[in-house]
């Protein structure tokens, strides 16, 4: 059914989070490079009224969806994507997702759509409905940080020293033992959530968080500790949110009235590994091809969905040893089928 370009706009207004409460910053004062950077690009939109975010006021639960790319080798890059979710009204993914899987043939077995399932024609046919329906019903925002990964830590001295005595602090302060380069991507993965968390959360809310099986959740005692350190990064922002529970869940699901929950995973699965798999090609020949439905969904980053807000900043190490970071912005080549986009200027409240 198409809907006038009125209730569409209207509708997609409604959706964006107009008082935006920026910059974000930590209770004790203390600099904090990945908000340091965050908050200087955003505020940077904001300004210019260009800044979309999702509205969360009105739900009562606000879901968070993470996945991680860059752990091969041969990566050159670590992707780290969070989608935020109105936990509360999903009724329409859920019943679009159920036609998906059952016209796909997705359903019986369940069959996860992941980036590492690209290769498997039923995944690959289902593509473009499921983005489709990401991009118009579900009010959420997706969000992807690319980093260099010659930048080893942002918690210090770009050193893999820096890492072992980040290891030993998170130890000391009771969140349990850690790897290095573990305790790193535990750092970087909260500090994004809280960031997010208090950009777009409001007090009494709850939180639910799921994230896919990994080193940082490889067991029920680091996903204890893990969970803890959030806790932590989100108590630590200036004038915190006070959230009536926050829960987490490591993939699967096992109870079946929940799998569609694995199917918003899937977007930062599949974004995550896009990403990735893009800026690693790219930094080795410029000539390389990207795969095709890695392609399809760049494209579909290109442009603010109805209700699926849409953010990727990249980070990167100069030849100076210094970091920066910029804003990731690609073009549709050719524009999709029933995808509703949505991008209007506002007023700003900063």
Not at 9 to 38: H, M, Q, R, W, Y
Not at 165 to 170: C, Q, S
């Amino acid at each position: 059914m198409d809907f006038p370009k009125r209730e569409i706009d209207e509708f997609g207004n409604s959706l964006i989070l107009k008082k935006i409460a920026l910059p974000v910053e930590l209770s004790t004062g203390n600099a904090i490079p990945i908000f340091d950077l965050l908050n200087a690009l955003l505020i940077g939109q904001h300004y210019k009224q260009r800044l979309l975010l999702p509205n969360f006021h009105n739900c009562e639960t606000v879901a968070i969806f993470s996945d991680y790319g860059g752990e091969a080798s041969d990566s050159k890059y670590y992707t780290y994507t969070f989608t935020f979710v109105d936990s509360d009204h999903l009724h329409a993914f859920e019943d679009g997702m159920r036609t998906i899987r059952k016209q796909h043939k997705l359903d019986v077995p369940f069959k996860e759509i992941s980036f590492k399932s690209l290769h498997y024609s039923p995944v690959t046919n289902c593509l473009d409905d499921y983005l489709r329906v990401i991009n118009n019903v579900v009010n959420g925002l997706v969000f992807t940080l690319v980093v260099d990964k010659r930048i080893f830590s942002f918690t210090g001295s770009n050193s893999k020293k820096t890492l072992n005595e980040l290891a030993t602090a998170l130890n000391t302060q009771g969140f349990g033992t850690w790897k290095p380069e573990i305790a790193e991507k535990l750092s970087r993965v909260s500090q994004i959530i809280a960031y997010w968390c208090r950009l777009l959360t409001s007090d009494n809310q709850k939180l639910f968080w799921m994230t896919d099986a990994d080193s940082i959740v490889a067991n029920e005692e680091k996903a204890s500790h893990c969970m803890h350190f959030i806790h932590a990064w989100i108590r630590s922002c200036k004038g915190h949110k006070q959230y009536q529970t926050v829960g987490y869940s490591v993939k699967p699901f096992e109870k079946d009235d929940q799998l569609f929950f694995t199917d918003l995973l899937s977007l930062s699965d599949l974004i995550a590994g896009s990403l990735e798999h893009y800026f690693t090609k790219k930094s080795k020949d410029t000539n390389s091809s990207i795969k095709k439905d890695a392609d399809k969904i760049l494209c579909w980053l290109a442009n603010q969905g109805i209700a699926m807000k849409k953010m990727a900043i990249k980070i990167d190490l100069s030849e100076k040893n210094e970091i920066s970071g910029s804003f990731l912005e690609f073009e549709e080549k050719e524009p999709s089928e029933h995808l509703a986009y949505f991008d209007t200027p506002y007023d700003i409240t900063l």
